[in-house]
């Protein structure tokens, strides 16, 4: 059944902040933050119970929108702060919001041990291939070969994938989607937030003011339907031959696995650790 976008426009939304938003029409990131809180609508958790904390970047604003328990943080450190709620009131629903830049250049020593460490948290990162905020500088996801502030004549360094780094790093769930797939976006973000451990959700996205329109890839809507060609489902994807998967975009779940849960671990040193004193 549909959710009602009224009910979640009153529900959620802060509207004394700074309405309309920064973003620039056609933006991804308004599609993320209508897909989480779809997630979390249907999973009638609590405002009060959950914790959003966002760095610096275009998504970095989401937080000032969302009226949950929220953390506008410095830059590469949203996964930092997470972590020190999360190891303070394990009990919280705790949601890292984070661009590609912001979590994997700055933050991507932060981003690789959350995942080692398993965290009891999720992490949901836009990826639009571009520093977008700071003015258009290519980052960890920048294809090779496009043209960015900082590579005026071609990128010279090649791209890594976000979720096969955090299924390689020891996240317990990973999954990917574009904006294009709306739908699938917010029940990949429903099932990492219902997911005990580190629980990853990359969302391909547009930015056409500061990418696609220096690599000619058209406007909003055309990089949407970019993203639609471009897409294949995993189930699909493991039926392909390696040179037909070129230049595709695996979407859906690529890791869900259960391991142990690094707050949890923490309390049982503490009880050890407190017993041993106790005997001493």
């Not at 990917?176 to 797939?181: C, E, G, K």
Request: aromatic share 6%.
């Amino acid at each position: 059944m549909p959710i009602p976008a009224q009910a979640l426009r009153h529900k959620y939304l802060r509207h004394n902040k700074k309405f309309p938003h920064v973003w620039c029409p056609g933006c991804g990131n308004g599609i993320v933050m209508g897909a989480l809180l779809r997630a979390i609508y249907r999973l009638d958790i609590d405002q009060d119970d959950i914790v959003l904390a966002s760095g610096i970047g275009c998504s970095g604003r989401m937080p000032t929108y969302l009226d949950f328990n929220t953390l506008h943080t410095t830059h590469g450190r949203a996964l930092t702060f997470a972590t020190g709620v999360k190891l303070a009131r394990p009990e919280l629903n705790v949601v890292a919001i984070m661009g590609d830049g912001d979590a994997t250049a700055i933050g991507g020593n932060h981003f690789i041990h959350a995942a080692r460490r398993n965290l009891n948290l999720t992490a949901i990162i836009i990826n639009n291939s571009i520093y977008g905020m700071t003015g258009g500088q290519y980052s960890p996801t920048t294809p090779f070969g496009s043209k960015s502030t900082t590579s005026v004549y071609g990128h010279i360094e090649h791209a890594f994938s976000i979720a096969e780094l955090a299924v390689t790093a020891g996240a317990s769930f990973v999954a990917r989607a574009t904006v294009y797939h709306a739908d699938l976006v917010d029940r990949l973000i429903e099932q990492a937030i219902k997911k005990r451990g580190f629980a990853v959700v990359e969302v391909i996205s547009n930015c056409h003011v500061q990418y696609g329109r220096r690599n000619k890839l058209g406007g909003a809507v055309d990089m949407l339907k970019s993203f639609k060609e471009q897409a294949v489902t995993v189930s699909r994807a493991e039926k392909m031959k390696p040179e037909e998967l070129e230049g595709k975009t695996t979407i859906g779940v690529l890791a869900d696995r259960d391991l142990p849960i690094s707050t949890e671990e923490y309390k049982k040193v503490r009880s050890q650790a407190r017993a041993t004193k106790e005997r001493v």
